[in-house]
């Protein structure tokens, strides 16, 4: 089993920056993606951003490519989004995803592990 706590959400104004930090545990190793989605209210979970396991490889949805970046750290358990130039459509739940198989799809029911979501509101 992997366990994914979120955390670094918040109310910021458009234009402003959020950090969003995921920290992994438990059977890491098995894992070969993670991923950041989020839900609007009525809409459905949509896409972010994604990383290889090995931190290689990264991923971006156009309409956050630019703004948003995905990393993580030395040791290779926490994965971090960093969101710039926020606008008011960005507001919703971020969920940290993480998947075992090969590949890194876009697509939420191919991930495997889910964190409880953290609440990004940006106001205008």
């Known amino acids: 089993q992997v366990q994914l706590v979120e955390s670094g959400g918040g109310l910021v104004q458009a234009g402003g920056s959020l950090r969003l930090s995921c920290a992994a545990s438990g059977r890491t190793f098995s894992l070969t993606a993670m991923g950041w989605f989020r839900q609007a209210p009525g809409k459905e979970r949509e896409f972010v951003s994604a990383?290889?396991?090995?931190?290689?490889?990264?991923y971006y949805a156009d309409s956050v490519k630019g703004r948003f970046t995905i990393s993580r750290d030395n040791a290779k358990t926490t994965v971090y989004l960093q969101m710039n130039s926020l606008k008011p459509n960005d507001t919703a739940v971020y969920y940290c995803?993480?998947?075992?198989?090969?590949?890194?799809?876009?697509?939420?029911?191919?991930?495997?592990?889910w964190g409880q979501g953290t609440q990004v509101t940006v106001s205008s």
């Open positions: 995803a993480a998947r075992l198989g090969v590949g890194v799809p876009v697509t939420p029911q191919l991930y495997n592990y």
């Open positions: 990383i290889t396991w090995s931190g290689s490889r990264t």
